[in-house]
Protein backbone atom coordinates (compact mmCIF):
# COMPACT_ATOMS: atom_id res chain seq x y z
CA UNK A 1 0.00 0.00 0.00
CA UNK A 2 1.74 3.71 -1.09
CA UNK A 3 1.86 6.26 1.32
CA UNK A 4 -1.62 7.94 -0.58
CA UNK A 5 -3.62 5.11 -0.19
CA UNK A 6 -2.93 4.93 3.43
CA UNK A 7 -3.99 8.33 4.14
CA UNK A 8 -6.97 7.76 2.23
CA UNK A 9 -7.25 5.13 4.06
CA UNK A 10 -7.40 6.79 7.27
CA UNK A 11 -9.98 9.17 6.16
CA UNK A 12 -12.05 6.67 4.53
CA UNK A 13 -12.01 4.70 8.06
CA UNK A 14 -11.43 7.34 10.41
CA UNK A 15 -13.01 10.62 8.90
CA UNK A 16 -11.91 14.20 11.23
CA UNK A 17 -9.18 11.83 13.06
CA UNK A 18 -7.41 10.75 10.23
CA UNK A 19 -7.40 13.73 8.36
CA UNK A 20 -6.43 15.13 11.86
CA UNK A 21 -3.30 12.54 11.51
CA UNK A 22 -2.64 13.18 7.42
CA UNK A 23 -2.79 17.27 8.22
CA UNK A 24 -0.12 16.92 11.41
CA UNK A 25 1.85 14.27 9.94
CA UNK A 26 2.59 16.74 6.45
CA UNK A 27 3.59 19.51 8.81
CA UNK A 28 6.78 18.20 9.26
CA UNK A 29 7.82 14.83 7.52
CA UNK A 30 5.10 12.95 5.24
CA UNK A 31 4.60 14.34 1.68
CA UNK A 32 0.85 13.99 1.12
CA UNK A 33 -1.20 17.37 1.74
CA UNK A 34 -4.35 17.68 3.56
CA UNK A 35 -5.92 19.45 0.94
CA UNK A 36 -7.02 16.52 -1.33
CA UNK A 37 -9.17 15.29 1.52
CA UNK A 38 -10.62 18.60 2.16
CA UNK A 39 -11.81 18.92 -1.52
CA UNK A 40 -13.17 15.45 -1.43
CA UNK A 41 -14.36 15.96 2.17
CA UNK A 42 -18.23 14.99 1.03
CA UNK A 43 -16.84 11.97 -1.02
CA UNK A 44 -15.47 10.76 2.50
CA UNK A 45 -18.98 11.56 4.38
CA UNK A 46 -17.45 14.99 5.88
CA UNK A 47 -17.81 18.11 6.28
CA UNK A 48 -16.10 20.46 4.49
CA UNK A 49 -15.70 23.21 6.92
CA UNK A 50 -14.88 21.55 9.68
CA UNK A 51 -12.31 19.31 7.83
CA UNK A 52 -10.78 23.28 7.04
CA UNK A 53 -10.54 23.43 10.56
CA UNK A 54 -9.93 19.95 11.61
CA UNK A 55 -6.82 20.63 9.45
CA UNK A 56 -5.63 23.86 10.78
CA UNK A 57 -5.78 22.79 13.84
CA UNK A 58 -3.79 19.62 12.85
CA UNK A 59 -1.05 21.54 10.42
CA UNK A 60 -0.73 24.15 13.75
CA UNK A 61 -0.09 21.46 16.02
CA UNK A 62 2.23 19.56 13.29
CA UNK A 63 4.74 22.66 12.69
CA UNK A 64 4.66 22.97 16.10
CA UNK A 65 6.37 19.97 16.23
CA UNK A 66 8.27 20.34 13.36
CA UNK A 67 9.30 23.71 15.36
CA UNK A 68 10.33 21.57 18.54
CA UNK A 69 12.14 18.86 15.76
CA UNK A 70 14.36 21.79 14.16
CA UNK A 71 14.83 23.29 17.71
CA UNK A 72 16.19 20.02 19.57
CA UNK A 73 17.57 18.02 16.72
CA UNK A 74 19.14 21.38 14.79
CA UNK A 75 21.30 21.28 11.01
CA UNK A 76 23.01 17.92 11.10
CA UNK A 77 18.79 15.73 11.26
CA UNK A 78 17.70 18.66 8.97
CA UNK A 79 20.04 18.36 6.22
CA UNK A 80 19.70 14.66 6.09
CA UNK A 81 16.04 14.71 5.19
CA UNK A 82 15.46 17.62 2.83
CA UNK A 83 19.35 18.62 1.35
CA UNK A 84 21.84 21.24 2.37
CA UNK A 85 20.11 23.52 -0.18
CA UNK A 86 16.97 23.66 1.49
CA UNK A 87 19.19 24.68 5.28
CA UNK A 88 21.05 27.66 2.78
CA UNK A 89 17.79 28.48 1.05
CA UNK A 90 15.80 28.44 4.34
CA UNK A 91 18.12 30.82 6.21
CA UNK A 92 18.31 33.54 3.68
CA UNK A 93 14.24 33.25 3.05
CA UNK A 94 14.11 33.56 7.19
CA UNK A 95 15.88 36.55 7.46
CA UNK A 96 14.58 38.32 4.57
CA UNK A 97 11.05 37.71 5.47
CA UNK A 98 10.35 36.14 8.95
CA UNK A 99 7.29 35.59 9.59
CA UNK A 100 5.71 36.49 6.09
CA UNK A 101 8.09 33.76 5.62
CA UNK A 102 5.65 31.33 7.22
CA UNK A 103 2.68 32.87 6.64
CA UNK A 104 3.42 32.54 2.52
CA UNK A 105 4.45 28.53 3.24
CA UNK A 106 1.29 28.37 5.19
CA UNK A 107 -1.21 29.63 2.00
CA UNK A 108 1.41 28.57 -1.11
CA UNK A 109 2.88 25.59 -2.72
CA UNK A 110 6.11 26.21 -0.52
CA UNK A 111 6.97 23.00 1.29
CA UNK A 112 5.43 24.22 5.08
CA UNK A 113 7.22 21.16 6.63
CA UNK A 114 10.93 22.62 5.64
CA UNK A 115 9.61 26.19 7.25
CA UNK A 116 8.28 24.57 10.11
CA UNK A 117 12.07 23.18 11.11
CA UNK A 118 13.70 26.15 10.10
CA UNK A 119 11.52 28.34 12.67
CA UNK A 120 12.76 25.99 15.29
CA UNK A 121 16.26 25.97 13.75
CA UNK A 122 16.71 29.65 13.63
CA UNK A 123 14.77 30.08 16.53
CA UNK A 124 11.82 32.23 15.07
CA UNK A 125 9.55 33.18 18.09
CA UNK A 126 6.64 30.23 19.17
CA UNK A 127 4.09 32.88 18.84
CA UNK A 128 4.59 34.38 15.90
CA UNK A 129 5.68 31.12 14.28
CA UNK A 130 1.64 29.73 14.95
CA UNK A 131 -0.57 32.93 14.06
CA UNK A 132 1.67 32.78 10.72
CA UNK A 133 0.90 29.28 10.09
CA UNK A 134 -3.06 29.80 10.87
CA UNK A 135 -3.08 32.96 9.02
CA UNK A 136 -1.41 31.17 6.31
CA UNK A 137 -3.26 27.92 6.16
CA UNK A 138 -6.58 28.35 7.80
CA UNK A 139 -7.73 30.43 4.34
CA UNK A 140 -5.89 28.13 2.13
CA UNK A 141 -7.88 25.20 3.55
CA UNK A 142 -11.13 27.29 3.71
CA UNK A 143 -11.00 28.19 0.22
CA UNK A 144 -10.34 24.40 -0.70
CA UNK A 145 -13.39 23.47 1.44
CA UNK A 146 -15.03 25.91 -0.83
CA UNK A 147 -14.19 24.93 -4.03
CA UNK A 148 -14.99 21.02 -2.63
CA UNK A 149 -18.54 21.97 -1.80
CA UNK A 150 -18.86 23.55 -5.61
CA UNK A 151 -17.97 20.47 -6.66
CA UNK A 152 -20.45 18.85 -4.44
CA UNK A 153 -22.98 20.85 -5.23
CA UNK A 154 -23.13 22.18 -1.73
CA UNK A 155 -21.89 26.02 -2.21
CA UNK A 156 -21.46 26.32 1.86
CA UNK A 157 -24.29 29.12 0.97
CA UNK A 158 -25.34 29.22 4.78
CA UNK A 159 -21.66 30.31 6.15
CA UNK A 160 -20.61 32.23 2.65
CA UNK A 161 -24.02 34.20 2.92
CA UNK A 162 -23.59 34.90 6.92
CA UNK A 163 -20.26 36.05 6.57
CA UNK A 164 -21.48 38.09 3.77
CA UNK A 165 -23.67 40.29 5.79
CA UNK A 166 -21.54 39.93 9.05
CA UNK A 167 -19.46 42.38 6.88
CA UNK A 168 -21.82 44.03 4.00
CA UNK A 169 -24.25 44.90 6.76
CA UNK A 170 -21.87 47.18 9.21
CA UNK A 171 -21.73 50.21 7.77
CA UNK A 172 -21.20 53.77 8.34
CA UNK A 173 -20.51 57.17 6.39
CA UNK A 174 -16.81 56.87 6.79
CA UNK A 175 -16.40 53.63 5.24
CA UNK A 176 -19.30 54.18 2.90
CA UNK A 177 -16.51 56.64 1.13
CA UNK A 178 -13.27 54.27 1.75
CA UNK A 179 -14.12 51.44 1.07
CA UNK A 180 -15.47 52.08 -2.59
CA UNK A 181 -12.36 54.29 -2.95
CA UNK A 182 -10.25 51.29 -1.88
CA UNK A 183 -11.98 48.88 -4.51
CA UNK A 184 -12.00 51.20 -7.28
CA UNK A 185 -7.94 52.04 -7.05
CA UNK A 186 -7.06 48.78 -7.08
CA UNK A 187 -6.27 48.22 -10.53
CA UNK A 188 -4.84 51.96 -10.83
CA UNK A 189 -2.79 51.43 -8.68
CA UNK A 190 -1.00 48.31 -9.68
CA UNK A 191 -0.34 49.85 -13.13
CA UNK A 192 1.38 52.46 -11.26
CA UNK A 193 3.11 50.50 -9.01
CA UNK A 194 4.15 48.54 -12.16
CA UNK A 195 5.26 51.49 -14.11
CA UNK A 196 7.59 52.94 -11.52
CA UNK A 197 9.03 48.99 -11.28
CA UNK A 198 9.72 49.31 -14.76
CA UNK A 199 11.86 52.16 -14.42
CA UNK A 200 13.54 50.93 -11.35
CA UNK A 201 13.97 47.34 -11.98
CA UNK A 202 13.68 46.25 -14.91
CA UNK A 203 14.28 42.21 -14.60
CA UNK A 204 11.86 42.40 -11.54
CA UNK A 205 9.40 44.25 -13.50
CA UNK A 206 9.11 41.47 -16.25
CA UNK A 207 8.51 38.85 -13.11
CA UNK A 208 6.03 40.88 -11.94
CA UNK A 209 4.17 41.23 -15.55
CA UNK A 210 4.40 37.81 -15.71
CA UNK A 211 2.68 36.75 -12.55
CA UNK A 212 -0.07 39.53 -12.70
CA UNK A 213 -1.09 38.11 -15.70
CA UNK A 214 -1.11 34.64 -14.53
CA UNK A 215 -2.91 35.59 -11.83
CA UNK A 216 -4.89 37.55 -14.24
CA UNK A 217 -5.65 34.20 -16.10
CA UNK A 218 -6.16 31.60 -13.58
CA UNK A 219 -8.87 33.85 -11.75
CA UNK A 220 -10.91 34.92 -14.59
CA UNK A 221 -10.78 31.22 -16.27
CA UNK A 222 -12.33 30.15 -12.92
CA UNK A 223 -14.67 32.89 -12.76
CA UNK A 224 -16.50 31.97 -16.22
CA UNK A 225 -15.57 27.88 -15.33
CA UNK A 226 -17.95 28.57 -12.17
CA UNK A 227 -20.00 31.06 -13.26
CA UNK A 228 -21.16 31.91 -9.66
CA UNK A 229 -23.35 35.25 -9.72
CA UNK A 230 -22.65 38.46 -7.76
CA UNK A 231 -24.31 38.86 -4.15
CA UNK A 232 -26.73 41.10 -5.57
CA UNK A 233 -28.22 38.78 -8.20
CA UNK A 234 -29.10 36.44 -5.08
CA UNK A 235 -29.08 38.14 -2.12
CA UNK A 236 -31.79 40.90 -0.88
CA UNK A 237 -31.08 43.71 1.87
CA UNK A 238 -27.35 44.27 0.33
CA UNK A 239 -25.61 47.72 1.24
CA UNK A 240 -24.23 47.68 -2.52
CA UNK A 241 -21.63 50.44 -3.11
CA UNK A 242 -20.37 49.66 -6.56
CA UNK A 243 -21.67 47.40 -8.89
CA UNK A 244 -19.47 44.50 -11.58
CA UNK A 245 -22.56 44.04 -14.13
CA UNK A 246 -23.04 40.27 -15.27
CA UNK A 247 -19.26 39.34 -14.14
CA UNK A 248 -19.21 36.30 -12.37
CA UNK A 249 -18.39 36.31 -8.53
CA UNK A 250 -15.79 33.43 -7.61
CA UNK A 251 -13.45 34.25 -7.27
CA UNK A 252 -12.27 38.04 -6.71
CA UNK A 253 -10.00 39.71 -9.79
CA UNK A 254 -9.24 42.23 -8.00
CA UNK A 255 -8.10 40.46 -4.39
CA UNK A 256 -6.18 37.90 -6.60
CA UNK A 257 -4.14 40.93 -8.61
CA UNK A 258 -3.88 42.86 -4.91
CA UNK A 259 -2.05 39.73 -3.50
CA UNK A 260 -0.12 38.65 -6.21
CA UNK A 261 1.10 42.26 -6.44
CA UNK A 262 2.21 42.56 -2.72
CA UNK A 263 3.27 39.16 -2.30
CA UNK A 264 5.59 39.80 -5.23
CA UNK A 265 6.46 42.69 -3.31
CA UNK A 266 8.03 40.69 -0.37
CA UNK A 267 10.21 39.18 -2.28
CA UNK A 268 11.51 42.63 -3.48
CA UNK A 269 11.13 44.81 -0.41
CA UNK A 270 9.77 43.18 2.57
CA UNK A 271 8.61 46.47 4.32
CA UNK A 272 6.96 47.49 0.69
CA UNK A 273 5.41 44.33 0.75
CA UNK A 274 4.26 44.41 4.45
CA UNK A 275 2.44 47.76 3.11
CA UNK A 276 1.15 46.25 0.03
CA UNK A 277 0.07 42.82 1.97
CA UNK A 278 -2.23 45.31 4.26
CA UNK A 279 -3.32 47.14 1.74
CA UNK A 280 -4.50 43.67 -0.09
CA UNK A 281 -6.43 42.60 2.78
CA UNK A 282 -8.02 45.82 2.84
CA UNK A 283 -9.12 45.45 -0.73
CA UNK A 284 -10.35 41.98 -0.09
CA UNK A 285 -12.65 43.51 2.87
CA UNK A 286 -13.64 46.49 0.43
CA UNK A 287 -14.83 44.04 -2.30
CA UNK A 288 -17.05 42.15 0.44
CA UNK A 289 -18.22 45.59 1.92
CA UNK A 290 -18.96 47.18 -1.30
CA UNK A 291 -21.46 44.03 -2.17
CA UNK A 292 -19.64 42.95 -5.06
CA UNK A 293 -18.38 39.76 -4.12
CA UNK A 294 -18.74 36.58 -1.05
CA UNK A 295 -16.34 36.15 1.32
CA UNK A 296 -15.06 32.82 0.02
CA UNK A 297 -14.88 35.29 -3.38
CA UNK A 298 -11.84 36.83 -1.95
CA UNK A 299 -10.70 33.88 0.12
CA UNK A 300 -10.19 32.28 -2.92
CA UNK A 301 -8.41 35.44 -4.82
CA UNK A 302 -5.99 35.71 -1.99
CA UNK A 303 -4.92 32.25 -2.24
CA UNK A 304 -4.62 32.21 -5.91
CA UNK A 305 -2.48 35.49 -5.94
CA UNK A 306 -0.16 34.45 -2.89
CA UNK A 307 0.90 31.22 -5.02
CA UNK A 308 1.09 32.98 -7.94
CA UNK A 309 3.31 36.05 -6.31
CA UNK A 310 5.64 32.93 -4.75
CA UNK A 311 6.56 32.73 -8.54
CA UNK A 312 8.64 35.45 -8.28
CA UNK A 313 11.31 33.21 -6.80
CA UNK A 314 11.22 31.49 -9.92
CA UNK A 315 14.37 32.72 -12.12
CA UNK A 316 12.03 33.29 -15.11
CA UNK A 317 15.04 34.33 -17.11
CA UNK A 318 16.54 31.20 -16.66
CA UNK A 319 13.56 29.21 -17.41
CA UNK A 320 13.55 31.85 -21.14
CA UNK A 321 16.65 30.74 -22.14
CA UNK A 322 16.68 27.31 -22.00
CA UNK A 323 13.50 27.46 -23.68
CA UNK A 324 15.10 29.25 -25.81
CA UNK A 325 18.19 26.41 -26.22
CA UNK A 326 15.54 23.85 -26.99
CA UNK A 327 14.39 25.67 -29.78
CA UNK A 328 17.58 26.06 -31.16
CA UNK A 329 18.41 22.38 -31.01
CA UNK A 330 14.82 21.85 -32.25
Not at 146 to 172: E, Q, T
Not at 181 to 210: C, D, E, H, Q
Request: aromatic fraction near 18%.
Amino acid sequence: MDLYSMAEYLVMHYGYIGLFIISFTEAFIQPIPPDVFIIGASYFGLNPIISAIVATIGTTLGGLFGYFLGDKLGHPIFVKLFGERYLHKGEEFFNKYGVFGVFIAGISPLPYKVIAWLSGIFEMHKLWFTIGTIVGRFPRFLTVAYFGGILGNNKLNDINIWLFYLINSHYNQILDIIMPIISKITYPLIAIVSIILFLKNRKFWVKLIFILFLAFVIAYSLKYLIHEPRPYFVLDNIHLLCYEGNEPSFPSGHTTLAFALSTALLFYSRKIGAIFLIWAILVAYSRVYVGVHYPFDVFAGAVIGIACGYLTTVDIYKIMNKCKKHTKDY
